[in-house]
């Protein structure tokens, strides 16, 4: 039998809490002798990545249980652009939050007061892991968060991964290069006695098509659209 849950909280079991990071550089020699040297970024490891996550659930679990790997679906706060702010930064490369930082002040930046004062993945802690000077930053309460999208109030809200608006207002998540939120991914729960090789192997292979896209797109369709959470399971098996 098996069973979801999320990486909530794992960062507090976390072994590695450094917020820094730091570059790796790498030798090598062009055809004429000449040494070259290329400055590659280090992957952060501040215990917010999936991996390390799974690693301290798995080091606290009882012996009877254990996590997989985790999926590409996760439940954290992002930054999400409107389809219009996408548009108008067409000739950007606005991928990830570092990509935001470097338009900043062509963004005017849209979140509840609690994203905009949370130092540990609001507004507060992209200043620190990303800087930029957006144009302007505006309070929008949670009521108030589909009209202020529709109306154009900011050009990217500080919002839940999960949100259904993302999905029916065609927005674009921003990812999180620099692992400032928590991963906090959907992972399997199962019995060890379970756990073989090939279960887990299969159960990879199924979640890493869950991606947090596609789990929007479902919880979309069973909130907004009041569909049977059974129809859209299976139909989500139906494009494995």
């Known amino acids: 039998t098996t069973d979801t849950t999320e990486t909530t909280g794992a960062t507090t079991t976390a ?3 450094t917020t820094t990071t730091s570059t790796t550089t790498t030798g090598s020699a062009t055809t004429d002798g000449a040494a070259t040297t290329t400055t590659v ?3 952060p490891s501040n215990g917010h990545s999936v991996a390390e996550q799974v690693l301290a659930i798995n080091a606290g679990m009882p012996d009877a ?6 999926s590409l679906a996760e439940n954290r706060p992002v930054v999400a652009c ?3 702010a996408m548009e108008a930064n067409a000739s950007t490369q606005l991928i990830t939050l ?3 930082a470097s338009v900043a002040p062509n963004i005017v930046l849209g979140g509840s007061a609690e994203f905009l004062a949370d130092d540990s993945a609001g507004y507060p802690a992209m200043q620190r892991y ?16 589909a009209a202020a999208i529709a109306d154009g109030d900011a050009d990217c809200f500080g919002m839940n991964s999960l949100n259904p608006l993302i999905t029916t207002e065609k927005m674009t998540i921003i990812e999180d290069d620099q692992l400032m939120a928590p991963s906090n991914a959907v992972v399997a729960l199962i019995a060890s006695t379970s756990a073989t090789p090939d279960v887990m192997s299969t159960l990879d292979a199924v979640l890493a098509r ?3 896209k596609r789990l929007n797109q479902m919880l979309n369709e069973i909130v907004v659209n009041g569909t049977d959470p059974f129809v859209v399971a299976n139909a989500f098996v139906d494009t494995l």
């Not at 249980?65 to 985790?70: A, E, H, K, R, T």
């Not at 990303?130 to 968060?145: I, M, R, S």
């Open 98 to 100: 570092t990509n935001l």
């Open 210 to 212: 869950l991606t947090t």
């Open 65 to 70: 249980l254990v996590v997989n790997n985790g």
């Open 41 to 43: 970024p280090a992957v």
């Open 130 to 145: 990303y800087g930029g000077e957006f144009k302007n930053t505006v309070t929008v309460d949670d009521a108030d968060l």
């Open 15 to 17: 072994a590695v809490t």
């Open 82 to 84: 409107t389809e219009a």
